[in-house]
C-alpha cells in the first residue's frame, strides 16, 4: 500500500520534527549544526519557503516553516538527503541517518503558531541543557532576541501577533512557558 501524501497547499505552515534512526545522534558537534543549518539556507533559497522557528538537539530537530510554491516532502527531501550524504561521508557510514519518515503537522490556527514557536524554543530547557532558551546557540531564539540577524530566519510572522512586532514580548511569552 502506497504512503499517504502529506497535506499541502501554498502557504501551509507547518511543524516538522526529524529524529535519529534508532534515536542516535545526527550531530555529531558544532560543525555538523552548522553544516546542516547551512543545507537548510540552501534548500530554502532554491525552495522560497520561510523559516519561522528552528532547534538543533543532537539526536533530532524541529523547524516552523511556511511553504510557498513547493511542497513540503520536496523541501524535506532535499534537506534530509543533503544532510544525510555529508554525515555518511563525514563519518564512513553507510545506510538511514533518520529514523523513518519525519513527522509533519499543519498549523492552522494563530494561537497553535505561537504555541510551536515556543514549544520548540524551550526544547533546549525542558532537557536540561540549558536554564533559559536564550543560552542555546542552535535555535532561532538568538533571532528573536535581537542577538543573531540572519538570512535564515524570518521573525515577522511570528512577531505580528505581538503590539509593534515586539520581540521583548514574545520572548517574555515563550520564557512564561518555562515556569513548572
Not at 534548500?43 to 538543533?56: I, P, S
Not at 514557536?117 to 532537557?127: C, K
Request: glycine residues 6%; positive net charge; hydrophobic residues 35%.
Amino acid at each position: 500500500m502506497p504512503r499517504k501524501l502529506r497535506t499541502w497547499f501554498p502557504g501551509a505552515v507547518y511543524h516538522i520534527t526529524c529524529r535519529g534512526n534508532r534515536r542516535q545522534n545526527i550531530y555529531l558537534n558544532a560543525q555538523d549544526k552548522q553544516v546542516f543549518l547551512n543545507y537548510l539556507l540552501e534548500v530554502k533559497q532554491k525552495c522560497k519557503f520561510e523559516v519561522l522557528t528552528y532547534c538543533l538537539m543532537d539526536n533530532h530537530y524541529h523547524l516552523q516553516l511556511e511553504t510557498s510554491t513547493i511542497e513540503i516532502s520536496r523541501i524535506m527531501q532535499l534537506l534530509n538527503t543533503r544532510y544525510a550524504i555529508y554525515f555518511n561521508k563525514r563519518y564512513e557510514l553507510v545506510g538511514h541517518l533518520f529514523q523513518g519518515r519525519y513527522g509533519s503537522e499543519i498549523i492552522d490556527s494563530h494561537t497553535y503558531m505561537l504555541d510551536v514557536s515556543r514549544y520548540i524554543h524551550l526544547n533546549p530547557v525542558r532537557a536540561g541543557i540549558v536554564r533559559s532558551p536564550g543560552d542555546y546557540v542552535w535555535s532561532s531564539y538568538l533571532n528573536y532576541l535581537g542577538v543573531k540577524n540572519d538570512a535564515l530566519v524570518n521573525t515577522e510572522r511570528i512577531l505580528s501577533y505581538f503590539d509593534g512586532h515586539d520581540s521583548l514580548a514574545y520572548c517574555e511569552f515563550v520564557e512564561a512557558g518555562s515556569d513548572p
